[in-house]
């Protein structure tokens, strides 16, 4: 890479991020494309948010990713939302058009863009979603504004519940046509049933993660059937130990390394208008 003085900088803000694959990632698609822009991450506590944004204006910054703690701390400091954005509350990717800095979540679209790359579209779809966290609430307003005909949230009755019942209230209000309701995750029966109506299992719970790794949400393999497409968020391990089980039961399964790649590279388009070699880059960060 060639770093001169008229070199764009783009980057990643939030805590940790020593082990981020952004940087490679982006790096490899200017270098493909022959921009002149370098991407670097930086390490930032959700209370410097503020100054972080503050510098992305004084520095002209063009983009930036963010990441946990900073998703939602960053809002107050932009200027406008996508409403996608604005109905979760959450950013993780910020575009700087002449100084003006837009708030977007591409989780959403990462997710739905990755069923594409499988030959599945969210329209028409029953759908039933594990957890209602931050990657789950990008999920199911995405898959909303496409088209899903129904969306059937289960979470713990954890710390996250309230949050997620009221989350899921603004979701149904931007999404009116979708049916969106939520049960109880510990309710098996209900969860059964759920499924067996269902066109696609997703899970967006922390489960299948470190230290879940050998977890499952659905610990009766007789649930999956082959027409069930079956989805993860979580990306380490790349195959968790559900989308193991629901391959071996004939399941199409998406990983969430797929997902990772395609919020990416909708990020990537917003920045630069071009579209990433998403195959290359699953190959890169394979290595
Ligand atoms: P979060 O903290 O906002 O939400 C966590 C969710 O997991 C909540 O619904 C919580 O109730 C549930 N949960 C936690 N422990 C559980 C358990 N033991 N059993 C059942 N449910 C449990 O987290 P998040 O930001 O939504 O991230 C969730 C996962 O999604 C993480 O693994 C994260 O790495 C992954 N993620 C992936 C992508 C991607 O692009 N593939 C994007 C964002 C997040």
Redesign the pocket.
Known sequence: MHISGTTTMLGLIGTPVEHSKSPAMYNYCFAKYGLDCAYLAFDVPKEKSGEAVQAIRTLNIKGANVT?PCKNAVIPYLDKLTPVAEAIQAVNTIVNDNGVLTGHIT?GC??TLNLRAHGVEAAGKKIVL?????????IAIQAALEGAKEITVF??K????DR?QAGLEKISKAAPECKITLHN?ENREELKAAIDESDILSN??????AP?EE?S?ITDLSWFRPELVVTD????PTETKMLREAKAAGCKTCD?????LW?GAEAFRLYSGLEMPVEEIRELLYK
Request: hydrophobic share 45%; proline share 0%; charged share 10%.
């Open positions: 946990m989780d990462g997710y594990l957890g209602g966290g931050g990657a789950a609430s990008a979470n713990l954890d710390s996250f519940w997620v995750l967006a719970t922390r489960v299948g993660m879940y977890q949400n968020v979580v990306y380490s969430g390394l797929g997902m990772l919020q």
